[in-house]
T-cell receptor
C-alpha cells in the first residue's frame, strides 16, 4: 500500500515552453502533497506544500507564478513549470501523506531537462 | 532555518567493511527518518526514530537517535554492493511529518 506515482518519469522540452508533472496517490487519499526539487548530487529541497482544494504554500525563494501547483483531488496534484529555462532542469519529486500525516510517501521522481 | 548536516558526504568502501553515517543538527526534532535513494528514483524510507536514545535495527543497519533528539547515526555492518546509494536523514519538528527537513546526504559506494 501507500504507492505514489509520477508522470512523466522524464521529459525534455525547449526553453520557453511549459511542462506539467503529475503526482498521484494510487491506493490512498492524500490530504497533503509535497513537491521537492533535487539537483545532481544534492539533497531534496522542499518547494511547496499543497492541500486538496486550497492554494499551495510555497517555500521562501520559490516563485509561485513559475511553479504552478494544483491539488484538485485527493489523489492528484500537478506541478507546472511555466516558461521553463535550462536552470529549471532538475529532478522533481512529490510525496503525499494521509490525513494521519505520520509518514510521507515519495514518488519515483521526474527528471526534467530544458534545452 | 533548521539545518541537518550529514557526514561524511561521500564514502567509498569495499564489501564487508563497516561504516557509520552521522546526521547532526542544532535543532530538536520530534522524529527523524532515514531514507535511501538510488539514482533516478525517489527516496525510500528505511526507518523512523522517535524517542531520544532509541536504537532500531534493520538487518545489517542500526539506527540511533541522540538523547537530545538533535542527532542520529546509521551504522551498516558488513556492507554489500546493494547498499550503494544516497542516504538521507530527514527531521520532522511537527510530529506529523508535515514538514521534513532533509539532510545534506551521504553518498555510499560499496565495491567488490
Amino acid at each position: 500500500g501507500a504507492v505514489v506515482s509520477q508522470h512523466p518519469s522524464r521529459v525534455i522540452c525547449k526553453s520557453g515552453t511549459s511542462v506539467k508533472i503529475e503526482c498521484r496517490s494510487l491506493d490512498f487519499q492524500a490530504t497533503t502533497m509535497f513537491w521537492y526539487r533535487q539537483f545532481p548530487k544534492q539533497s531534496l529541497m522542499l518547494m511547496a506544500t499543497s492541500n486538496e482544494g486550497s492554494k499551495a504554500t510555497y517555500e521562501q525563494g520559490v516563485e509561485k507564478d513559475k511553479f504552478l501547483i494544483n491539488h484538485a483531488s485527493l489523489t492528484l496534484s500537478t506541478l507546472t513549470v511555466t516558461s521553463a529555462h535550462p536552470e529549471d532542469s532538475s529532478f522533481y519529486i512529490c510525496s503525499a501523506t494521509t490525513d494521519r500525516g505520520e509518514t510521507q510517501y515519495f514518488g519515483p521522481g521526474t527528471r526534467l531537462l530544458v534545452l | 532555518t533548521q539545518l541537518l548536516e550529514q557526514s561524511p558526504q561521500f564514502l567509498s568502501i569495499q564489501e564487508g567493511e563497516n561504516l557509520t553515517v552521522y546526521c547532526n543538527s542544532s535543532s530538536v526534532f520530534s522524529s527523524l527518518q532515514w531514507y535511501r535513494q538510488e539514482p533516478g528514483e525517489g527516496p525510500v524510507l528505511l526507518v523512523t526514530v522517535v524517542t531520544g536514545g532509541e536504537v532500531k535495527k534493520l538487518k545489517r543497519l542500526t539506527f540511533q537517535f541522540g538523547d537530545a533528539r538533535k542527532d542520529s547515526s546509521l551504522h551498516i555492518t558488513a556492507a554489500q554492493p546493494g547498499d550503494t546509494g544516497l542516504y538521507l536523514c530527514a527531521g520532522d519538528d511537527t510530529g506529523t511529518a508535515s514538514k521534513l527537513t532533509f539532510g545534506t546526504g551521504t553518498r555510499l559506494q560499496v565495491t567488490l
